[in-house]
């Protein structure tokens, strides 16, 4: 067997079995990747096009844009996230997966609100790591005493993605600065995934970023066609 053994200890997703199900049914109604009906604007593409041919087209640096950077940091310090720098990469995915390179030793604990978008247990297993999940049943809220009982001393960093994949679920300005407590008196780094805060529709107690709550805090963010 060529496969590593990290490799091997890979599950099949579901998410792709039901994509493949799918293929056998006659006319599915497809909700599953969110991606928007309608094309990118005109606009967005002429403007894509006219970079091109002013010669626009080489290599970037290797961590973004330096203007863009610079807008993208203004960006979340206005909305009071805690952060020193802003690097870009090839959706959140690619950016958690650079984060967990680096911080991530074998055999450390990266805890995670169950139920969660299926790619972060396998990012962690294939770099040695171990997920452990807490549980948010039935109403898919974050207790402190569930975290807690989540928490052991290999426990390296807490992961919090809202609103949820896969449940839609927006975590509290109280729930976010509960997570950013036990985080905080335990010495354990935050991972946020934000890449869905666009799509957040509840009220005011709920329109709120886990890393304006801790500088030890990474946030993961993106800009999805409808806009910031």
């Not at 407590?181 to 509840?202: M, P, T, W």
């Amino acid at each position: 067997m060529w496969l590593s053994k990290r490799v091997q200890s890979v599950r099949p997703s579901g998410v792709r079995k039901i994509f493949d199900l799918a293929r056998t049914v006659k006319d599915p109604v497809d909700l599953s990747l969110g991606e928007p009906d309608f094309d990118i604007p005109d606009e967005i593409k002429e403007e894509g096009i006219a970079w091109i041919r002013k010669g626009f087209n080489k290599y970037t640096p290797s961590g973004g844009i330096p203007e863009l950077r610079e807008k993208l940091l203004h960006y979340l310090r206005a909305r009071d996230i805690n952060c020193e720098d802003v690097i870009l990469t090839p959706g959140v995915t690619g950016g958690l997966l650079l984060a967990l390179l680096v911080t991530l030793n074998p055999g450390d604990e990266i805890v995670i609100p169950d139920p969660y978008f299926v790619l972060y247990e396998y990012q962690v297993m294939l770099l040695g790591g171990q997920p452990a999940f807490f549980d948010t049943y039935p109403d898919f809220t974050l207790r402190e005493e569930a975290l807690r009982a989540a928490l052991t001393e290999r426990t390296k960093i807490i992961l919090i993605n809202s609103p949820n994949n896969p449940t839609g679920t927006v975590y509290s300005r109280q729930e976010l600065e509960m997570v950013a407590r036990v985080a905080q008196e335990k010495g354990i780094l935050l991972f946020s995934d934000d890449i869905y805060h666009a799509f957040n529709y509840e009220g005011e107690e709920y329109r709120a970023y886990l890393g304006q709550f801790s500088e030890q805090c990474l946030t993961f963010g993106g800009f999805p066609r409808t806009g910031p």
